[in-house]
């Protein structure tokens, strides 16, 4: 029981000392969630469809390595997913740290 107890603290003390985006080299995760959808939703096809395109699809997209657990290559599927996405970007989960990261002006979009 003393032995269980000790291997879930260290777990807990080494999760908790792990990296995460805030502590990467790029910098802290920007606390920058909007309180509200902008007043001026951003075009699907002009806007967030290109961010899409070239910050996601090289992995979600058809052939990629995370194609199966969301796949973004539609509006439909963008949209069924858009609050798991979100998440991920806004906790900079998204993209991963080796990745290119995306500006201030495509997090807002």
């Given amino acids: 029981m003393r032995a269980a107890a000790l ?3 260290l777990a807990a003390i080494s999760a908790a000392c792990s990296p995460t985006p ?3 080299d790029a910098g802290a995760c920007p606390n ?5 959808c902008p007043s001026d939703v951003p075009s699907y096809k002009s806007r967030v469809s290109p961010i899409i395109t070239d910050k996601c699809n090289a ?4 052939g990629g390595v995370a194609a ?38 495509e997090r807002a979009a």
Avoid: W
Wanted: glycine share 6%; aromatic share 10%.
């Fill in 7 to 9: 291997v879930i603290a």
């Fill in 32 to 36: 920058d969630l909007p309180q509200a």
């Fill in 68 to 105: 199966s657990k969301f796949e973004f290559t539609s509006y439909a599927n963008v949209y069924a997913g858009r609050g798991s996405m979100l998440n991920q970007v806004y906790a900079c989960r998204m993209p991963p740290a080796d990745a290119s990261a995306l500006t201030p002006d």
């Fill in 22 to 24: 805030a502590d990467s």
């Fill in 59 to 62: 992995c979600h997209g058809d």
